[in-house]
């Protein structure tokens, strides 16, 4: 990827809408802008900056106009990238945009990769990576609890909070550094170990407190996959559309309408849950069925969340009870099902025995009982959204890997304190601890940072 140059792409998602957006990045921007745009109005001094310009975006092979549009002009550094910005609102017609990209392209204006113009904004310090990777996950947040969590990143929350680490793990650097040099040379010391041990312990306090946070951050990232399990014609498809408040499948009397997996998505309490509905685990004659129950148990292994449905207005089958046995240590509940037609205390749970899963009735027809199932599912999984606001979130492995590593090595700093003092031995654990925290922010070089972080952004951010 060449940085050295001017790139464009189309920053809005694909297909008609009422509006679509062209940004435009590097050198020859206001060059490029003399030349495609019109401006409703006389301009007599320069370009205006951050405020936007009605005006035509014109063909230049033609010398006519392509659509009526807004530009918004900013100039280095006070841009998104750093650099000199455009951005140009079309109508939402995807002919326009692709015949205004054609020009500008005509005019050397590169197309631009993945996440080149975030990536732009990194390397002239608009932002570190903890900001790169939160605006990246706010662009692709699927509930809005997931969505506040980027959006503390992309505003620098991680990179504060290093800042306030480094900053002090630099002074008291600096203060073993003068103990190693200059102790002997003048009276009292640089380094008192008993408050170096405190501020330690509080930087480890408050590491701890992020990465206890960390399953939240993983769950909201990966969602949660939860499949509705169960025989033909237990009320799976009916559960399905409760779940979902919509008749998303089809609901019938007759056993096996389902012979797919269907799936969608939902937010349960702010965490992204994909929602399976999948055949009746039954033997079948015909190929189309028996495929369908092939896929059903394939999508029971994969899951993270069985809800195991079974019909209590009759009695419990060798099926039902296989299909408990089946799905093994999986996580799940096992919900009985038409608590309208058996009544609130179902005696077909007795016959369940020691099985050491939780129980529930419902009744998917008449929305009864559906917000306890929906704790129980998130109670099962360990989510819990009060905790996951009250604290920064990682927004990666990578992240969450280098904080291990520099809780390591600060765990080594504090003991090689306690254990047998030797400046010189703390000095290089001190030094360790450090690296991981530049690396989290990117502010040492990092190899391929570009395939790490940037190349699995949309085009256009």
């Known amino acids: 990827m060449r940085l050295d140059d001017t790139a464009a792409a189309i920053a809005t998602s694909t297909g008609y809408a009422a509006l679509g957006t062209i940004r435009i990045s590097g050198g020859l921007v206001l060059s490029v802008i003399q030349q495609i745009f019109q401006p409703a109005f006389e301009i007599t001094e320069e370009f205006p900056t951050r405020k936007p310009v009605l005006g035509h975006f014109i063909d230049i092979n033609r010398n006519k106009p392509i659509d009526q549009v807004l530009l918004t002009f900013y100039k280095s550094p006070s841009s998104y990238t750093g650099e000199d910005m455009a951005e140009i609102s079309f109508h939402g017609n995807p002919l326009i945009l692709d015949k205004a990209m054609e020009i500008l392209n005509s005019l050397g204006v590169r197309t631009a990769e993945p996440g080149e113009f975030t990536y732009r904004a990194y390397l002239y310090g608009k932002i570190d990576l903890t900001q790169a990777e939160g605006i990246n996950n706010l662009a692709g947040a699927l509930t809005l609890t997931e969505a506040r969590a980027a959006l503390e990143s992309a505003m620098g929350g991680l990179k504060e909070r290093i800042s306030e680490w480094k900053t002090e793990?630099?002074?008291?650097?600096?203060?073993?550094?003068?103990?190693?040099?200059?102790?002997?040379?003048?009276?009292?010391?640089?380094?008192?170990?008993?408050?170096?041990?405190?501020?330690?312990?509080?930087?480890?306090?408050?590491?701890?407190?992020?990465?206890?946070?960390?399953?939240?951050?993983?769950?909201?990232?990966?969602?949660?996959?939860?499949?509705?399990?169960?025989?033909?014609?237990?009320?799976?498809?009916?559960?399905?559309?409760?779940?979902?408040?919509?008749?998303?499948?089809?609901?019938?009397?007759t056993p096996g309408t389902t012979r797919d997996v269907v799936s969608e998505s939902i937010d349960l309490d702010g965490l992204?849950?994909?929602?399976?509905?999948?055949?009746?685990?039954?033997?079948?004659?015909?190929?189309?069925?028996?495929?369908?129950?092939?896929?059903?148990?394939?999508?029971?292994?994969?899951?993270?969340?069985?809800?195991?449905?079974?019909?209590?207005?009759?009695?419990?089958?060798?099926?039902?009870?296989?299909?408990?046995?089946?799905?093994?240590?999986?996580?799940?509940?096992?919900?009985?099902?038409?608590?309208?037609?058996?009544?609130?205390?179902?005696?077909?749970?007795?016959?369940?025995?020691?099985?050491?899963?939780?129980?529930?009735?419902?009744?998917?027809?008449?929305?009864?009982?559906?917000?306890?199932?929906?704790?129980?599912?998130?109670?099962?999984?360990?989510?819990?959204?009060?905790?996951?606001?009250?604290?920064?979130?990682?927004?990666?492995?990578?992240?969450?890997?280098?904080?291990?590593?520099?809780?390591?090595?600060?765990?080594?700093?504090?003991?090689?304190l306690s254990d047998d003092f030797r400046e010189e031995i703390s000095a290089i654990h001190l030094r360790d601890a450090l690296k991981p925290l530049d690396e989290v922010t990117g502010a040492v070089n990092i190899e391929d940072v570009y395939n790490i972080i940037f190349s699995s952004f949309c085009i256009g951010k």
């Open 169 to 253: 793990l630099i002074q008291m650097f600096s203060r073993l550094e003068g103990e190693i040099e200059f102790s002997e040379e003048t009276e009292g010391t640089f380094f008192n170990l008993e408050d170096e041990m405190s501020h330690v312990e509080k930087i480890l306090g408050e590491l701890d407190d992020i990465l206890g946070n960390y399953k939240y951050s993983r769950l909201l990232r990966k969602g949660v996959d939860v499949v509705i399990t169960g025989r033909a014609n237990a009320g799976k498809s009916t559960l399905f559309n409760r779940l979902l408040k919509t008749d998303r499948v089809i609901v019938t009397a």
């Open 272 to 416: 992204p849950v994909r929602l399976y509905d999948t055949a009746g685990l039954e033997e079948h004659e015909g190929e189309l069925e028996k495929e369908g129950v092939f896929r059903a148990r394939k999508m029971s292994e994969e899951a993270d969340f069985l809800i195991i449905l079974i019909d209590g207005s009759k009695e419990l089958t060798g099926e039902d009870l296989k299909i408990i046995e089946n799905a093994g240590n999986k996580p799940g509940i096992i919900v009985f099902n038409k608590s309208d037609l058996s009544g609130t205390d179902n005696p077909e749970k007795k016959k369940l025995g020691d099985v050491s899963r939780e129980t529930i009735q419902i009744s998917a027809l008449k929305d009864s009982g559906i917000d306890e199932l929906k704790r129980n599912i998130i109670n099962s999984i360990g989510w819990n959204r009060q905790e996951a606001r009250s604290g920064i979130l990682l927004q990666s492995r990578r992240q969450h890997e280098l904080m291990l590593r520099f809780r390591h090595s600060l765990q080594a700093f504090l003991s090689s």
